[in-house]
């Protein structure tokens, strides 16, 4: 009998990839095909095994974010091919992993694996009630997944090959082409829809966290539609936008088994409490969420390493590699809802902000650390001899992780956590959460004309932090600003400006910071760094998409490798 080391056909588009084990962790790599799909707990473990790749914003150490005016990435970790326009081919790969990280060929094997799956779990016996609810979970779950990995290539790619089974030896694969955007868009609202008729809106049981809902499936469908509407996937129509309406409705109109909302905003009165949202996995606002080993085998969260600032011997014990610039800083409104406008040097310009400002960026003088260790952060400089330059800034003792921009990145850290500890973070990460619905759906209202309505979706989400609520007037711009706020640094704003096609925009624009000086009296002044701290550069309209990998193209001469040659 067979062990199931199931490396068929490694051949075509990274659909085929190169040949490892489908299953490389205990126990699945001691079992028979025939044990596992004659046993519903080793068919929910090979399914366990497909969420390992569903990346996070942290994608192999190289954050979307990076790619806009909100990071500067100090040391690039494979983000040079896309920031400074380089992509080809023959230089496509992203991420930490020796910058050979392609979402094409991980992306594809994720969908192999699940395609395995759905063509097997009707193998698994499931006699009684509760085992056949079992089942039918993990085929939901399975059509969950391969629906979000086909719309993280959708994202990426536009237009990609629709791979609906798995492949043998003797499979013909050069009819396995590119097909149009709004067909794959189609296919993955199928697989959401699928999804939805076997997911419960929860589980019963708190060991299920982090597993796909019904919830979340009509998240994915409705984030697919909104981009299947946008200008970069193809010619936006107001039936395109009614669809991407009412499935954004659907995912905030979600009851449970009681008619209670699935999900709501939580309510926050400071930074603190905003800032803590964003390390609960048990947020009600959270519809989806990546979990993470606290024992640092496999994946983990990586955001305290590479956001904390750096600080030797200061308790931080960070890299300080993702960095806020000035472009995202002076994009946070004053506390009474008006535009930031920069006063004079010696103006602290930190003071008096929106409340979602300090929850989500370390300025100079921010106070951070593990219990003892906590004290401000210090991106200052020395003005005059004898005042020691801070400790987290790039003339500190830690100069190579000192920031460049004066800034770090507060979003997604847990103040409790032990910098010290054998343990990994186990922070989650969300994928989806309530507030990108809401916004979602008041873009889709603004396309259909309905400014009342997109205008008080935008104010639910401003009223959470306690900012004035906005009118209708140049309601386009408004929308943007608080999309950005809202889901900074979360992985969205890249998709954002390029399906909106305003990135050629954003990156003829330096990345810039501030210099702060620390004076012999304890004053401060602030000024804007006159050098520059990064240049973008973009070339439309091939920018806009990742190209295939040429080791692929190989492969599969029939993909047409457009926009790129």
Not at 218 to 230: F, I, Q, V, W
């Amino acid at each position: 009998m067979k062990k199931i080391y199931i490396c068929a056909a490694m051949m075509m588009a990274g659909i085929f990839s190169s040949c490892t084990d489908i299953l490389d962790q205990s126990p699945l790599n001691s079992y028979t095909d025939s044990a596992i799909w004659g046993d519903l707990a080793l068919s929910e473990t090979f399914l366990n095994d497909q969420y390992n790749s569903v990346e996070a914003e942290t994608q192999k150490g190289s954050r979307f974010a990076s790619y806009t005016e909100e990071v500067y990435q100090m040391h690039k970790y494979g983000t040079e091919s896309i920031q400074q326009g380089l992509l080809s081919p023959d230089q496509s790969n992203i991420g930490w992993d020796g910058s050979t990280w392609n979402p094409w060929s991980f992306y594809f094997k994720a969908i192999r694996n699940t395609n395995i799956f759905l063509e097997n779990i009707g193998r698994v016996p499931a006699t009684g009630e509760e085992n056949i609810k079992w089942k039918n979970e993990q085929i939901g779950q399975a059509y969950f997944l391969r629906g979000f990995f086909y719309c993280q290539l959708y994202s990426l790619f536009g237009e990609v090959p629709l791979i609906k089974n798995s492949f043998g030896l003797n499979d013909d694969f050069t009819k396995q082409v590119r097909v149009p955007k709004d067909d794959v868009a189609e296919y993955i609202v199928s697989q959401c829809d699928s999804a939805a008729m076997y997911l419960p809106v929860k589980y019963s049981d708190d060991s299920d966290l982090g597993r796909a809902t019904k919830g979340a499936a009509l998240a994915l469908k409705a984030r697919t539609l909104l981009y299947a509407a946008s200008p970069l996937f193809g010619t936006p129509s107001q039936a395109k936008w009614k669809k991407a309406s009412d499935a954004n409705k659907a995912v905030i109109d979600l009851k449970d088994e009681s008619g209670a909302p699935a999900y709501y905003l939580q309510d926050v009165s400071t930074s603190e409490d905003y800032a803590n949202l964003f390390i609960d996995s048990q947020n009600p606002e959270v519809i989806f969420e990546k979990l993470y080993n606290i024992q640092g085998e496999g994946a983990y969260n990586n955001s305290y390493l590479f956001q904390t600032p750096c600080g030797t011997g200061s308790g931080f014990n960070g890299w300080g590699n993702f960095q806020a610039t000035q472009e995202i800083v002076d994009q946070f409104e004053m506390a009474n809802g008006a535009p930031y406008v920069r006063g004079s040097e010696k103006e602290n310009p930190y003071v008096n902000r929106d409340l979602r400002f300090a929850a989500t960026i370390f300025t100079d003088g921010s106070t951070w650390g593990y219990r003892a260790d906590e004290r401000e952060v210090e991106c200052f400089f020395g003005a005059e001899e004898g005042v020691p330059n801070g400790k987290d800034s790039r003339r500190g003792d830690s100069w190579w992780n000192g920031t460049q921009t004066g800034y770090y990145i507060r979003k997604f850290l847990d103040r409790n956590y032990d910098t010290y500890a054998t343990d990994a973070p186990s922070t989650p990460y969300f994928m989806f959460r309530l507030a990108e619905f809401y916004l979602n759906y008041a873009e889709c209202q603004i396309e259909l004309g309905n400014t009342p309505e997109a205008v008080e979706y935008i104010n639910k989400i401003r009223r959470r932090v306690h900012m004035p609520d906005i009118t209708g007037d140049n309601i386009v711009a408004k929308y943007r600003h608080e999309r950005q706020i809202e889901l900074v640094f979360e992985g969205q704003r890249w998709f954002d400006i390029r399906r909106w096609m305003i990135i050629e925009d954003i990156y003829s624009k330096p990345v810039t910071g501030m210099i702060i000086w620390k004076h012999s009296d304890g004053s401060k002044t602030y000024e804007l760094n006159p050098e520059p701290i990064e240049y973008r550069t973009f070339h439309a309209p091939k920018n806009y998409w990742l190209p295939i990998p040429r080791s692929e193209l190989r492969k599969a001469p029939q993909l047409d490798p457009a926009p790129y040659q």
